[in-house]
T-cell receptor, first 116, second 113 residues
Framework: AQKITQTQPGMFVQEKEAVTLDCTYD???????LFWYKQPSSGEMIFLIYQGSYDEQNATEGRYSLNFQKARKSANLVISASQLGDSAMYFCAMRGRKAAGNKLTFGGGTRVLVKP | DTEVTQTPKHLVMGMTNKKSLKCEQHMGHRAMYWYKQKAKKPPELMFVYSYEKLSINESVPSRFSPECPNSSLLNLHLHALQPEDSALYLC????????????FGQGTRLTVV
């Protein structure tokens, strides 16, 4: 089985500052993918960034970067220069290959509120 | 174009009604998914279709019936639902069922009265 844990249910961040969202995972798969999604109040799940378990470099996409520490089984999301539009729910997710039947499993989410 | 389109956006139905949710993607993705999301909870997987065949059914009650008419379309047929089935229903697609990212639609907010 695979499990994703996000320990921060909610957090405030000042506009233009950076914020780190925590994500730890557990899986018996050797090959897996880690994802972050943003869900605004409208409901759409917006894909942000992907990290493969064999990728040696940390993934980056614009203001988003993923701090991947394989030995610690953590995949934290860093949002730099926060904007008001970043206020949303953020989900960490993982897809295993074999043990989990290729299912995309989500953590409980972290609600981020950016203050002006 | 990374777009998954879901219709309708909102749906209110009675417990004796039959309705369908629709999902469409034109990215050439061969895997499509239905998720159910209750308020303040993460999405929960319901069904996975791979190459138009049902590959995963997460023990979903039979009042939910998925259908994949072709590689671009995914339907979820609803019948005799209960009020606790009220939720946001999300459709997603991915290139395959391996480690590739899944793209989600905007969801259908379903209320069962």
């Amino acid at each position: 089985a695979q499990k994703i844990t996000q320990t921060q249910p909610g957090m405030f961040v000042q506009e233009k500052e950076a914020v780190t969202l925590d994500c730890t995972y557990d899986t018996s798969d050797q090959s897996y993918g880690l994802f972050w999604y943003k869900q605004p109040s409208s409901g759409e799940m917006i894909f942000l960034i992907y990290q493969g378990s064999y990728d040696e470099q940390n993934a980056t996409e614009g203001r988003y970067s993923l701090n991947f520490q394989k030995a610690r089984k953590s995949a934290n999301l860093v949002i730099s220069a926060s904007q008001l539009g970043d206020s949303a729910m953020y989900f960490c997710a993982m897809r295993g290959r074999k043990a989990a039947g290729n299912k995309l499993t989500f953590g409980g989410g972290t609600r981020v509120l950016v203050k002006p | 174009d990374t777009e998954v389109t879901q219709t309708p956006k909102h749906l209110v139905m009675g417990m004796t009604n039959k309705k369908s949710l629709k999902c469409e993607q034109h990215m050439g993705h061969r895997a499509m998914y239905w998720y159910k999301q209750k308020a303040k909870k993460p999405p929960e997987l319901m069904f996975v279709y791979s190459y138009e065949k049902l590959s995963i059914n997460e023990s979903v009650p039979s009042r939910f019936s998925p259908e994949c008419p072709n590689s671009s379309l995914l339907n979820l047929h609803l019948h005799a639902l209960q009020p606790e089935d009220s939720a946001l229903y999300l459709c997603a697609s991915s290139q395959g069922t391996g480690g590739t990212e899944a793209f989600f639609g905007q969801g259908t907010r379903l209320t069962v009265v």
